[in-house]
Nanobody
């Protein structure tokens, strides 16, 4: 099981920025990591995912051009820089990891919802108008 610790959530006004951090407890090798968010009463949705050892990240349409996902190999850390935040971006943000061979670095892949995915504890983001 991959241990993930998130930080960086908070409350901002519309147009503000936040940077989320997710650190894995150790090096797990090459794999897929990403950010997902959830609001009460709705399903968890993908925000941004990437393959830790290269390739283009995958973003939800709603965040393209505003959010940037990146990975720092030396620190086993995943980041999500969120700019131009909107109230609809509010929710609990979860870091996810899939270090299985052949993982899909695609934000819409249904594989992210199976029980083999490892999740962080979540960090709250609130954007007020």
């Amino acid at each position: 099981q991959v241990q993930l610790v998130e930080s960086g959530g908070g409350s901002v006004r519309t147009g503000g920025s936040l940077n989320l951090t997710c650190t894995a407890a150790k090096y797990y090798g090459a794999g897929c990591m990403g950010w997902f968010r959830q609001v009460p009463g709705r399903e968890r949705e993908g925000v941004a995912v990437l393959f830790t050892h290269g390739g283009n990240p995958s973003y939800a349409d709603s965040v393209k051009g505003r959010f940037t996902v990146s990975h720092e190999y030396a620190k086993n850390t995943l980041y999500l820089q969120m700019n131009s935040l909107k109230p609809d971006d509010s929710g609990t943000y979860y870091c996810a990891a899939d270090f299985r061979f052949g993982c899909r670095a695609l934000v819409t892949s249904p594989a992210w919802m199976d029980d083999q995915i490892d999740w962080g504890q979540g960090t709250q983001v609130t954007v007020s108008s």
